[in-house]
């Protein structure tokens, strides 16, 4: 049949038509074969611009519509809506980039316009060969599962639940909590942290509509938006969770205190068998079998002895847990980087050069030295204290990140501040680059660090520590303002260490098939109109894991999040995407070729009925199971007979696209 | 056809570009202002692993002067594993078209992700000034177009 | 193991003798340090200046003649690794200055960087092993408090130089303790001496040598160690108010292995 | 373009450096151990190139107080290199005609017993032409 196809072409105010002579691409386009109707208008995307379009469908019963604007990525679906309305089917509709791709890289308007009517030409050819097709239904698994449990991952799962909806916390560590437990106060009201957290903690704990996974790792996943199967990794605790009643008593009797406490940033040792903190949900410990003499020796077995309810295990294995979810939330969180990269700041070289998260620890009354500011090398209290800012942030020289880290600022207002106040006769200084404060009440609070608290704002970054034969350390900085050079005694130094998206988030990242970026943090849908959602449909993003974000960021986040999944966990059907795969049955000799390559196991093989010129046979030939189909394309291509085409991308229409481009 | 001696050449360029990541890194690049040359025509297509080596000969038959192949970084596919089927795939294809005389600097697979606007306009810029180095394609022209 | 040998002219006239106990102690060592054949100066400073060519054609040359020899290029004097190293770099990377550089020499076959370029000490950790050397060593520097003087040259810019962590290095610490010193750590050991700027402004240098020195000094070393004939000179002229013995690396390293009354008659 | 215009074209040639990368952290100047005896000081050669304002730059006593000792090079979170910027001012210098610090006749009264020949030969490099 031949189609009838109407062009549009969208001025988008003058961001096209800037560049872009609009007048020229209709009176081209026009005359393209199957064309009959072309008109251009400022903004297509409008009411005005959909009614012309559906009025052009009714009128000029259109078969075909070419709409040239901006991305598909924008707006193929507003149009695609549209022409359903107007009753044609929405697979009908081809857009021609014209900005993105045109107006907004090229300046020359002859070469500009030539290239979008180019563009155009391989729309109309694309929607030539275009067929009505129809979406698929799929179902909705009522279920939505959270990666990490830190703050923004508990605040998602909590809004979850609170909707109605089932949902799993899988964390990794042995409680959940995350960052945020290890911070002693919040700016820029100066909360005690715990003493917020932990009520949350609580309650996604005691909420029955919420199954806590800790000491677990997401380990597999399958499947696609409402209805992915994870595989969640139980890592063996070493205790049994039912009998233990979290008294504490092997922790205190444990003859092996010599393991790292991670929780206090390495900073003092925990014993073998631990709960991370005294706040911890689960209140279970777990054995650290890398450093339980038991495991390591065979010999001890006192946890065992001491435990009166008889929960220790050292048989126990990891389990692997397979679950259902409609929704799956990434809320990974973060680390500080290492600074292996920066020696000129001595991390290294001296325990009072320390990080800001180690200083947290350290003015914790929990913390190592029970909440008492003093040096790590002798227990003085100091006198003098200097803070460096953006160590690593803003560093574009491949040594450290070339983002702004964004808390820094903050919170290095926040240390100086209490400092100064619980300890008015040590100096603080700070060598800032920037002081950033964009936020409610935030440059209030560091101007009050400033003129209240008297803390030393010195403009400048710090080119190296040394420490000293006497044990102090010597900060060589400058002074831009005052343009002199500065050589500064100082007691401890407070390094603003740049954060980064916890490393596991690569290997969690390929597993849902989610993008990242080179900075590892996880891309956005839509970086303004959809910040919460992957590019990967029923995957959500929660927190540092999207970029660098404070407390009430992150749980203004982690809220939307969640009302993403909610949306979607709502639904009872989800629409499928209609441009899969198909056999034709008359090519295919059913090799399994494209089975073998199809990553959704979608393909299988039936034998059936061939009736062709001269044919009429049974035979084994492939079959797509559309529901599973992603429409990626890789069948189409190990088809050794051509028999595997793609609809909505056939080979036909690229071809015809190869065409119009090359012509 | 000719190219004039005055005459500046410009190359024909296919871009293919898969939906999730190169497309909207192209996008970026678009949005971020970081131009390319107008040589440069992208077709969208689903997955990298959706480009059927037929496209790309078609491509050279009809005029074209390069083809590039932009994908998801390996390991971060929407599909999985659409681009390792797309990289070996081009592996062969670029040195089976290399040995007809096609040279490898006329095509390329290239890792764009969809955060890496500059990276797809850095390699457009590259991969455009490459081919017009290399001048008019003239290995696999189809000889019915010709007058 | 045979190695092409850059000694630089400092090494064949004011430092003989940190030339003279490091073919000793390769000698001792198991490995040949081979002269190459009519080398020219390196120059002494890397030069900067992207568009310089000439000033860096004696590199290439000495480079080149380690690879067709098939031999790593062994160097001994900070400044000559330094700038042999950069230039090597360029070589292989900056397509401009390998383009010019080969245009210019008009070898057999153009030189693109192919020769890996050791400093000594590289070659003792790298290739001997500080645990060999321990196992040599018969007189041990036993209660000796060492400090290792690196300055700058070996270690910056450390992306090229790779030579160790240009902020906390530790290869001439790990040096010390082999030959059964004790490594003082000082902050100052990778600051500037001075460098050619004590031609001139004698003052300067004198004052930063000083500097490093009375850190060393604070830190209780005994003595210093240098790779570089340069900073030896300017650590002698400082005006430290503790003066330091400073000493070639390869010196002690005659002394432990035995060889320095060799070496010396 | 005007002779300033191009002198600053030349030293960012010459330095391989793009003085728009610098973000006024003063790292460099932390770094310096020259600082003191420089008039103008590290973080400010960029600003000196950018504003083209070369002729300040190449009469200034920073171009021979720099000792090359790469810290600033090293440092630089934004690899803007100043140490190569000055380098680029003072190649613009030497390679003038009578631009060069060091004349051959005030050579003998500077050198002593113990000078290394790679001082003389360092110092030529960086001083003349």
Known sequence: MQQRIGVFVCHCGSNIAATVDVKKVVEMLALEPGVVHAEDYQYMCSEVGQAKIAEAIKEKQLTGVVVCSCSPRMHETTFRKCAERAGLNPYMVEIANIREQVSWIHKDMEEATQKAVILGRAAIAKVSLNTPLKAGESRVTKRALVIGGGIAGIQTALDIADAGYEVDIVEKTPSIGGRMSQLDKTFPTLDCSACILTPKMVEASANEKITLYTYSEVEKVSGFVGDFTVDIRKKARSVDMSKCTGCGVCQEKCPNKKAPSEFNRGLNTRSAIYTPFAQAIPNVPVIDREHCTKFLTGKCGVCSKVCQAGAIDYEQQDEIITEKYGAIVVATGFDIIKLDNYGEYAYDQSPDVITSLELERIMNAAGPTKGHLERMSDHKAPKNMVFIQCVGSRCSDGRGKSYCSKICCMYTAKHAMLIRDKYPDVNVTVFYIDVRTPGKNFDEFYRRAVEDYHVNYIKGQVGKVTPEADGSLTVHGVDLIDNKQIKMKADMVVLAAAIEPNPDIRKIATMLTASIDTNNFLTEAHAKLRPVESPTAGIFLSGVTQGPKDIPETVSQAGAAAVKAIGLLAKDKLLTNPCTAQADIMACNGCSTCANVCPYGAISYEDKEVRGPGIREVRRVAVVNSALCQGCGACTVACPSGAMDLQGFSNRQIIAEVDAICR | MSIGANEEFRPKIVAFCCNWCSYAGADLAGSSRLAYPADVKIIRVPCSCRVNPMFILRAFERGADGVILCGCHPGDCHYSTGNFYARRRMTMLFSMLDYIGVENGRTRVEWVSAAEGAKFSATMNDFVAKVTSLGKNVRLGDLRCKN | MKYSYYPGCTLKNKAKDLDAYARASAEALGFELEEIEDWQCCGGVYPLGSDEIATKLSSVRALNAAKEKGQDLVTLCSACHHVIKRVNDDMKNVADIQFRANNYLKLDEPYTGETQVLHFLEVLRDRVGFDAIKEKVVKPFTGKKIGAYYGCLLLRPGKILEFDNPENPKIMEDFIRAIGGEPVIYPYRNECCGGYISLKEKELSKSMAGKIMDNAASFEADMLITACPLCLYNLNKSDAKTKLPVYYFTELLAEALGLKEEVQA | ?129
């Open chain 4, 1 to 129: 373009m005007t002779k300033a215009e191009m002198q600053a074209e030349k030293i960012k040639e010459i330095s391989g450096t793009d003085p728009y990368k610098c973000m006024k952290c003063g790292k460099c100047s932390a770094s310096c151990p020259s600082f003191d005896e420089m008039d103008i000081k590290p973080h400010q050669f960029v600003s000196y190139v950018l504003n083209e304002d070369i002729e300040a730059l190449a009469n200034s006593k920073s171009l021979w107080k720099c000792l090359s000792c790469f810290a600033c090079v090293e440092r630089c979170p934004r690899d803007v290199k100043p140490g190569k910027i000055i380098d680029g001012a003072r190649q613009l210098v030497v390679r003038e005609k009578g631009g060069d610090y060091l004349k051959a006749d005030e050579i003998p009264e500077l050198l002593d017993e113990e000078l290394p020949q790679q001082l003389l030969v360092s110092a030529f490099r960086r001083y003349r032409r």
